[in-house]
């Protein structure tokens, strides 16, 4: 029997990616989407758009009404780290309030399985050594805040009601599907990957780069990018871990690369120059931040894109292919 499965914010950037996954090995999709930040186009061929927002509870039990669902897997969300800090309630509301609202409804639609998409920005540690799942939580911002009430959430709709649930914590989502199918799509642009691209096709201007003396080889920042379509594998693999135990995942490649690193891959990619200019150090940037994934890696998780110019190739692909993105 076809396994049938909601994914909200199925229409965003990793949302689609999974959505595509699921429909690659023949499920049943559907997606649930406010189209606020997601694309109409971005929703996959084959899969079921159901336009709402997670704060119409009505809407949203009309919807898991239409089961039953293998899964629930949970990616609407508001992202940018910088605006949570100036509009803290609306993060809040709009991803904790809503989070737990979903998961209260799905306990009530008897849904036996959640996914979370979740972030590294539980985690306040600058250090060179790669963070593990047991690390201190920590939130700077209200929105890895929110993640966190997520996250907590589902721990006791587990012990109370059984819920199985895997919280998958990303550090740098990054590059476009192999395919040409699906790409990155922000409004405002906000990932490094992206802006870089942009800079050396000239559609944007010079590159501002943050900081020129921190501890790191070439003085510039540290991450831990990790391919879009490997996030998407490792949901997968949570989703079979489901049928043991809930389970809680950092999801990165292990090894970081600088902002300077990330120019010069996209140079190598690309044959352009990346023109760009240092700045100050901006407030609250961290010098490294790499994941130790070694858990989802036990489970059997092996990133097949791991290396930045791989990254890096099918992000320009379709960042030249995509002018406008999905507005194209």
């Given amino acids: 029997m076809k396994q049938h499965f909601l994914v909200t914010g199925g229409a965003g950037y990793v949302g689609s990616h999974l959505v595509a996954a699921l429909i690659d090995r023949g ?7 406010n189209l606020r930040t997601g694309h109409r186009a971005a929703v996959p061929t084959g899969a079921r758009l159901a336009v709402a927002d997670l704060a119409d509870a009505a809407a949203v039990d009309s919807v898991l009404g239409g089961g039953p669902w293998d899964a629930v897997f949970h990616f609407a969300s508001l992202s ?5 800090m100036r509009m803290p309630m609306r993060y809040l509301l709009d991803n904790a309030a809503n989070g737990i609202a979903l998961i209260d409804a799905c306990v ?15 985690f306040n540690l600058d250090s060179d050594k790669p963070i ?3 690390a201190p939580i920590d939130p700077q911002s209200p929105y890895g805040d929110s ?16 819920l199985r649930y895997a919280c998958l914590r990303y550090f740098n989502a990054a590059g476009a599907d192999p395919a040409g199918r699906l790409g990155e799509d922000h409004r405002p642009e906000s990932h490094l990957i992206p802006l870089v691209i942009d800079a050396a096709l000239g559609r944007r201007p010079a590159l501002e780069v943050y900081g020129s003396d921190y501890p790191t080889a070439d003085g510039t920042c540290i991450r831990d990018y990790v391919h879009v379509s490997d996030l998407a594998s490792a949901h997968l693999l949570a989703l079979d871990a489901l049928h043991r135990d809930s389970v809680v995942w950092n999801l990165g490649n292990g090894a970081g690369h600088s902002v300077r690193q990330v120019i010069a891959s996209v140079e190598r990619v690309s044959g352009l120059t990346v023109p760009y200019r240092m700045m100050a150090r901006r407030a609250g940037d961290a010098a490294v931040l790499v994941a130790s994934s070694e858990r989802a890696r036990q489970a059997g998780w092996r990133p097949a894109l791991g290396e930045l110019d791989a990254i890096v190739q099918t992000a320009f692909v379709w960042r030249q292919s995509h002018p406008d993105g999905y507005g194209g």
């Fill in 108 to 122: 009530r639609h008897g849904v036996s399985r959640f996914v979370l998409s979740s972030t590294a920005a539980l």
């Fill in 27 to 33: 499920a049943a999709v559907t997606v649930l989407d």
């Fill in 80 to 84: 940018q780290v910088g605006e949570s």
């Fill in 147 to 162: 993640k966190w009430m997520i996250e907590r959430a589902l721990r006791w709709a587990g012990q109370v009601h059984g």
């Fill in 132 to 134: 593990p799942e047991d």
